[in-house]
Nanobody, 119 residues
Framework: QVQLVESGGGLVQPGGSLRLSCAAS????????MSWYRQAPGKERDMVAS????????RYAASVKGRFIISRDNAKNTVYLQMNSLKPEDTAVYYC????????????WGQGTQVTVSS
């Protein structure tokens, strides 16, 4: 059974930091690219950051570049999102996604974790 379980969300003041984790099981984590997405109320779900299976290629949305860092530990089947200098506009539900990348291999999504940036 495939599972992606996000954790680490919460309430933080502007300028603060949070570290999200996404623990994977039930599939070959080390062969999947992984991404973090976020969805604010009334808005579409957008990609925040992505990392390939080996960790060698990383992409960020322009809105988080320089503030967020994505990383992965294939030995622990976990992907992380370090979020620094948080802003109120970063408030959203954050989801991790295992990117299938092939027609025969589906994408997998976690259930999401709420991040609220407010004073």
């Amino acid at each position: 059974q495939v599972q992606l379980v996000e954790s680490g969300g919460g309430l933080v003041q502007p300028g603060g930091s949070l570290r999200l984790s996404c623990a994977a099981s039930g599939f070959t984590f080390s062969s999947y690219a992984m991404s973090w997405y976020r969805q604010a109320p009334g808005k579409e779900r957008d990609m925040v950051a992505s990392i390939i299976s080996t960790g060698g290629v990383i992409r960020y949305a322009a809105s988080v570049k320089g503030r967020f860092i994505i990383s992965r530990d294939n030995a622990k089947n976990t992907v992380y999102l370090q979020m620094n200098s948080l802003k109120p506009e970063d408030t959203a539900v954050y989801y991790c996604k295992a990117v299938g990348g092939y027609s025969y291999r589906p994408d997998y999504w976690g259930q999401g974790t709420q991040v609220t940036v407010s004073s």
